[in-house]
């Protein structure tokens, strides 16, 4: 397969492609290659996988992957060159999610007076508000602050940065992002500066930016990744935690939620709370 940029589509029951995310979460050649999981008719009990790798090597380990479950049908398609992330997020409506209401600039002016509101614009960058697993952060976020307030919060693999910009929103005094990709810290900034909100966002893998140590211990963390990711910060995230503080883990699928939840146990954290939302689980954990 050559390297031109396809779409990875992937048709078949729920349980079936639920396998199949977990096969290509397992898979270290995939763990950069961007992928939804999501319910396409209810009715039918058909469910959908959509990926949009960027090398022939990482086109090729998908399709085998999903290939390895029959009663998935898989497509390749090839894209055009156009900006497909920002023409579908022109169309998307904004999301409630608690008190949080997240909205793009093609719907300024519907948001409502009674919410906290979020502007967020994606650009090339996840975390839009819409996805299962956002929407459980937000939530679970919105749910804890009724009880405490957390005046340091870190999000790793922020994004667009809605999470740290969120923190920074409802009162945290140090709020700051972490992301691998350099675009994506590049729009969680702008994103921070459209929202008036003094979050920080640093190009980071880990947590041993100069940037974090210097916010820590904290308070919050968010931890919006993938599972594997998740397992492997265990001990990184509990560092940069105070004793007490609660970590929100997501990016995970339901079925991978046990591997996770052991991985922070096993290093003294307690389970809070779980969200379900589709195929995909939020956790909230506190450091013992």
Not at 12 to 18: H, I, L, N, S
Not at 66 to 79: F, G, N, S, Y
Not at 204 to 230: C, E, K, Q, T, W
Not at 242 to 253: D, E, Q
Request: a positive charge; one cysteine or more; hydrophobic letters at 45%.
């Amino acid at each position: 397969m050559t390297d031109q940029a396809v779409q990875i589509i992937a048709r078949g029951p729920r349980a079936d492609a639920e396998t199949a995310a977990a096969d290509v979460d397992a898979n270290p050649l995939l763990e950069a290659v961007t992928y939804s999981i999501l319910e396409e008719d209810e009715d039918k009990g058909l469910w959908r996988i959509d990926a949009f790798p960027t090398t022939g090597e990482e086109s090729d380990a998908f399709v085998e992957a999903l290939k390895a479950h029959p009663t998935l049908q898989v497509a390749v398609e090839p894209l055009a060159d156009a900006d497909w992330l920002a023409m579908a997020l022109s169309g998307l409506p904004p999301v409630r999610a608690g008190r949080f209401f997240v909205y793009g600039v093609h719907d300024r002016g519907r948001a409502p007076p009674n919410t906290i509101n979020l502007r967020i614009e994606a650009g090339a960058a996840f975390g839009t508000g819409h996805h299962g697993t956002t929407v459980g952060c937000l939530v679970e976020f919105d749910r804890l602050r009724k009880a405490k307030r957390f005046p340091r919060v870190l999000d790793v693999g922020a994004g667009t940065g809605v999470l740290a910009i969120a923190a920074a929103r409802t009162g945290s005094r140090v709020a700051v992002g972490t992301d691998i990709d350099p675009v994506s810290v590049r729009i969680s900034r702008e994103n921070a500066k459209v929202n008036a909100v003094p979050a920080r966002f640093v190009h980071a893998s880990g947590l041993g930016h100069p940037s974090v140590r210097a916010g820590a211990p904290y308070d919050l963390v968010f931890a919006n990744i993938l599972a594997r990711p998740l397992a492997t910060l265990a001990s990184p995230i509990r560092g940069a935690l105070k004793p007490g503080g609660l970590v929100i883990l997501s990016g995970l699928l339901r079925t991978q939620e046990r591997y996770v939840r052991a991985a922070y146990q096993s290093r003294g954290f307690a389970m809070v709370r779980r969200l379900h939302r589709d195929a995909w689980a939020t956790l909230v954990m506190r450091r013992g």
